[in-house]
Each structure stands twice: as structure tokens, then as C-alpha cells.
């Protein structure tokens, strides 16, 4: 069964201030996904890696994939209110068809 | 109307009522998901539907019933739940046949059961 574990699962920063979120799976993927929600709201969509050494940016959120460590990273780059979210990464295991595993999520939240 | 839309988007029900949650697709896909997202529990897949045929069904309890009558609408009829099917249900949708699987999601469906 493909595992998603990711940390931490709650994060308090400073505006300005980096960090970065991890994603480690359990099985063989070169296919991997980060999503953002908001309290209250739908999964929006951020990333899509979709080999080894991927990277992938977009504003303040860069993420990255490691498939031989089987780890994905979501940094957050001087840290701003409008990134307080909940951030998901998803698995696309080889043999799950059309199933995408989620890890728990992160919840962000960016202090003044 | 764009993207994936679900209605109701609240929804309080007893639990000997039915009711039926609503999706549908505006973005041309052709593979359908229902999702449940409790409180502090991951994402749980619970059905998926590839050209209106049901390829998955994730141990889902028969009180949800799917109904895709094609590959732009997805359904969720709901009968004699429990309270702790009280949770956001989303929809997702995406195109298959790709090398990857990129889905998009509903604003969801908060459902409470008294």
C-alpha cells in the first residue's frame, strides 16, 4: 500500500522568513503533486513533477522531486500572509492506476 | 460556469433522510472522483468513474451510491448515513489517458448528519 507522510503537519512562520515542507512516499513514482486549500475551500492545483530532478516554480513556492529518495520539497521563499494555507502533496504510485494518494497536508500559517 | 462545480455546497440532513450531491465537469475530462475530507484525517478516495464506467470503488459503505450518467456529471446519492459522515465531500475530475493524472477539483459539499 502507498504511504504518504508529510512534515510537518503544522507550520507557524514569519512573514519574510524560509522553510520548506517535505514529502516522502513509500513506492516507485515519478509522478507527484502539490495542492493548496484554503479554509473552507476546494483543492487548487499547484505543481505537477513529473520526473527525476524536477522543479518547479511559481512565485514565493518552488517545489522539487527526488524520485531515488522518494521525496518531494515545497519551499517557501520569504514567507508572506497570502501563503497561509493548508498544502497537500499527492502520489501517482505506478501501479495505482488512476488513484492518487494524498499525505495529511501541512497547514501554513504566515505571522505578521 | 468553468472548472467543476458541485451543488449543494451545504447540505444538513437527518439520518433516515436521502439526498443526492451534484457534480459536473466543464473542462472537456473524462474520468470522475468523489472524495471524502474529514477533520484531520487525509483525503480518502471513494469512487472512480473512467468514461462513465465505475473503475473504483475505495470499500465505500452501500449508504453512497455513485451515478455517473456521463463524463461530465457525477452524483452521490446519499441514504440512512451516520453522523460521522458528516464531512466535506469534494469532486475531482481529469483527463485520462495521459502519462499523468492531474486532478481538479469542486468547491466540495459540506455535509452534516444530524
Known amino acids: 500500500e502507498l504511504k504518504v507522510e508529510q512534515n510537518p503537519l503544522f507550520l507557524s512562520m514569519q512573514e519574510e522568513k524560509n522553510y520548506t515542507i517535505y514529502c516522502n512516499y513509500s513506492?516507485?513514482?515519478?509522478?507527484l503533486y502539490w495542492y493548496r486549500q484554503d479554509p473552507g475551500k476546494s483543492l487548487e492545483s499547484l505543481f505537477v513533477?513529473?520526473?527525476?530532478?524536477a522543479v518547479k516554480q511559481e512565485g514565493r513556492l518552488m517545489a522539487s522531486l527526488d524520485t531515488k529518495a522518494r521525496l518531494s520539497t515545497l519551499h517557501i521563499t520569504a514567507a508572506v500572509h497570502d501563503l497561509s494555507a493548508t498544502y497537500f502533496c499527492a502520489v501517482d504510485g505506478e501501479t495505482s492506476g488512476s488513484r492518487l494518494t494524498f499525505g495529511e497536508g501541512t497547514q501554513l500559517t504566515v505571522n505578521p | 460556469e468553468t472548472g467543476v462545480t458541485q451543488t449543494p455546497r451545504h447540505l444538513v440532513m437527518g439520518m433516515t433522510n436521502k439526498k443526492s450531491l451534484k457534480c459536473e465537469q466543464h473542462?472537456?475530462?473524462?474520468?470522475m472522483y468523489w472524495y471524502k475530507q474529514s477533520a484531520k484525517k487525509p483525503l480518502e478516495l471513494m469512487f472512480v468513474y473512467n468514461f462513465k464506467e465505475q473503475t473504483e470503488n475505495n470499500s465505500v459503505p452501500s449508504r453512497f451510491s455513485p451515478e455517473c450518467p456521463n463524463s461530465s456529471h457525477l452524483f452521490l446519492h446519499l441514504h440512512t448515513l451516520q453522523p460521522e459522515d458528516s464531512a466535506l465531500y469534494l469532486c475531482?475530475?481529469?483527463?485520462?489517458?495521459?502519462?499523468?493524472?492531474?486532478?481538479?477539483f469542486g468547491p466540495g459539499t459540506r455535509l452534516t448528519v444530524l
Open positions: 513533477l513529473l520526473s527525476n530532478g
Open positions: 475531482a475530475s481529469s483527463l485520462s489517458g495521459l502519462s499523468y493524472n492531474e486532478q481538479f
Open positions: 513506492t516507485t513514482s515519478d509522478r
Open positions: 473542462l472537456g475530462h473524462n474520468a
